[in-house]
C-alpha cells in the first residue's frame, strides 16, 4: 500500500537538526488545526463530563448503575468510529480536507444544541443521543487532523506536529474536564454552545487541502469499504502492528476513563472534586509524555521506545489496582479533596496515575506519527481511518468486556487489572514492530 516499504526511523537518523515543536503554533499552516481540534477536544469533553458528573452524582444513586452508565456513555461514543470510520478516510482522501472540517465544525453547533437541551432538563436519552453524535462528529474530523499534518508539514516536523496536535487533544481534555466537573450542568449547557461557535470559526482559518488523488472513488456501503479498507491497510506488516499495537492501547484507555469516577466514589470514597482531578491529572500526565517523547526521539519517527512504555504503564496500573485493592472502605460521606489527601496513599494513587499517562504519550504518538509517515500523502486519511476502525472495535470490545464484568460483581478495582495485562499485549506488538524496521 502506498510508496515502498521503509522505516522512517533510518531515513530521517541523520537529520542533525528539527523543528522545535512550539514554533510551528506560530504557523498559519499548523496554528488554525491545532486550533480547531483543540476546541473540539476541549467541547467533548466538557460536555461529557458534565454529563457524567449529573448523572453519578445528582441522577443516580447505586455503584452498579453508575459504573454501567459510564461504560454505554463509552461505548456509545466510540460506535461511530466503528461504522463511519472508512468512510470518513474515503472523503478525507477524495476531497479538500478544509472544507470537510468547515462542514463538521457546523455540524457540531447543531449536535450541542441538542447536548445543552439534555443537560438543562437533565435528559438521559437527549445526553446519550447528543454524545453519540459527537462521536460522529469525531470520526469525521479524526483522519484529518492526523493526515493533513504530511500535507501541510515538512517531513521532520510530522513528528513534532503529531505530538503537539496529541498534547494538544490532552491538555483540551483536562481543561474540558475540570470545567465540565466544577461548573453546574446549566452553565455547561451554555459553555458547549460557545465553544462550538468558535471552533466553526477556528476551523474556517485552516488553509487548503486538496485532494492529492483524483481517481479514488467512495463507496457508501457501510460494511463492504470498512472491511475493504481495513484489509487494504492491514496486509501491510508493519501498518497491521502499528494498528494492533494504538487499538490495545485506546483499549486500556477506555476501561480507566470509564472506571475513574466510580473509582473514587465508590473505591476511594471522595467526591466530585477528586473524581476531576483524576481526569486531570491523567490528561495532563498524556500531554507530558507526548511532548517528551519527541524530545527523547529527536524528530526521528521510532517505535523503539513504546515496548517500555507500555510496561511501564502495565506496572503504574498494578501498584494503582494494589492501592485501591486495599484501600478501607468508605464509611459515611464522601471526602472532599483535602480530605482525600490526608489518607494514607492517596500521594501514591496519583503518581500512579501520571506515570500510567506518562508512559501512555510516550507510547502511542510515535506510532501515530508512523501512520502518516510510512503510506503516501493521498492514502494518509484512509490510513488512518483504517486505525480508527481497528481502534473503534478495540474499544467497543473493552466496554463489552467491562460491562459484562460488572454485572458479574467484578469490583471496580480489579478491572484495573485488565488494564495491566493489556500492557503486555502492547509492549509486544510494539517491540515486533520496532524489530520490523531495523
Known amino acids: 500500500m502506498g510508496r515502498p516499504e521503509r522505516c522512517l526511523e533510518t531515513d530521517k537518523a541523520q537529520n542533525s537538526r528539527m523543528t522545535p515543536s512550539f514554533r510551528l503554533l506560530a504557523k498559519r499552516r499548523f496554528l488554525p488545526l491545532f486550533t480547531t481540534q483543540f476546541l473540539g477536544a476541549f467541547n467533548d ?20 448503575q453508575e459504573a454501567a452508565f459510564s461504560a454505554v ?8 468510529f466503528f461504522l463511519f470510520s472508512a468512510l470518513s478516510g474515503q472523503l478525507a482522501d477524495c476531497h479538500d480536507k478544509a472544507k470537510i472540517i468547515r462542514v463538521v465544525k457546523t455540524a457540531e453547533i447543531l449536535i450541542m444544541i441538542a447536548g445543552a437541551g439534555g443537560l438543562l432538563l437533565g435528559n438521559i436519552p437527549l445526553m446519550l443521543l447528543a454524545l453519540l453524535c459527537m462521536g460522529a462528529h469525531s470520526t469525521f474530523f479524526g483522519p484529518i487532523k492526523y493526515a493533513i499534518l504530511p500535507q501541510h508539514l515538512d517531513d521532520d516536523q510530522v513528528l513534532p506536529g503529531t505530538g503537539l496536535v496529541e498534547a494538544g487533544t490532552y491538555i ?10 466544577m461548573i453546574a450542568a446549566e452553565h455547561a449547557a451554555i459553555g458547549v454552545l460557545l465553544v462550538a461557535a468558535i471552533g466553526w470559526v477556528a476551523g474556517r482559518q485552516v488553509p487548503p487541502a486538496p485532494p492529492l488523488t483524483q481517481d ?37 484507555g477506555t476501561i480507566l476513563a470509564a472506571q475513574f469516577p466510580p473509582l473514587v466514589k465508590n473505591v476511594l470514597g471522595a467526591n466530585q472534586d477528586v473524581a476531576t482531578l483524576f481526569l486531570a491529572i491523567f490528561s495532563v500526565g498524556v500531554a507530558i509524555g507526548s511532548i517528551a517523547i519527541n524530545r527523547i526521539l529527536g524528530g526521528t519517527v521510532s517505535a523503539r521506545c513504546s515496548p517500555v512504555a507500555a510496561l511501564v504503564m502495565g506496572a503504574f496500573v498494578c501498584d494503582m489496582w494494589w492501592t485501591a485493592h486495599n484501600w478501607p472502605a468508605p464509611d459515611g460521606a464522601l471526602r ?21 499517562a506518562v508512559a501512555g504519550g510516550m507510547f502511542v504518538v510515535p506510532l501515530y ?12 486519511a484512509r490510513t488512518v ?11 467497543v470490545a ?13 469490583s471496580v478495582a480489579e478491572t484495573l487489572l485488565i488494564v495491566a495485562v493489556a500492557s503486555l499485549g502492547a509492549s509486544y506488538l510494539a517491540w515486533k514492530l520496532h524489530k520490523a524496521c531495523d
Open 336 to 356: 472532599h479533596f483535602a480530605a482525600f489527601m490526608e489518607m494514607p496513599g492517596s500521594e501514591r494513587v496519583m503518581i500512579d496515575l501520571l506515570g500510567i
Open 385 to 395: 481511518a483504517a486505525n480508527n476502525i481497528v481502534n473503534s472495535g478495540a474499544m
Open 216 to 252: 479514488a472513488g467512495v463507496d457508501f456501503h457501510i460494511i463492504r469499504s470498512s472491511i475493504k479498507l481495513v484489509s487494504d491497510t492491514m496486509h501491510v506488516r508493519r501498518l497491521f502492528l502499528a494498528i494492533l499495537a494504538i487499538s490495545f492501547f485506546w483499549a486500556q
Open 73 to 80: 456513555a463509552g461505548g456509545l461514543f466510540i460506535l461511530p
Open 45 to 64: 469533553n466538557l460536555f461529557r463530563t458534565a454529563m457524567i458528573m449529573l448523572v453519578i452524582y445528582r441522577i443516580y444513586n447505586d455503584p452498579a
Open 398 to 410: 473493552a466496554t463489552l468486556v467491562l460491562a459484562s464484568m460488572v454485572h458479574m460483581g467484578v
Open 369 to 380: 506519527a508512523f501512520l502518516t509517515t510510512t503510506v503516501a500523502k493521498a492514502q494518509t
Open 172 to 181: 483540551a481534555i483536562l481543561a474540558g474536564t475540570i470545567v465540565g466537573g
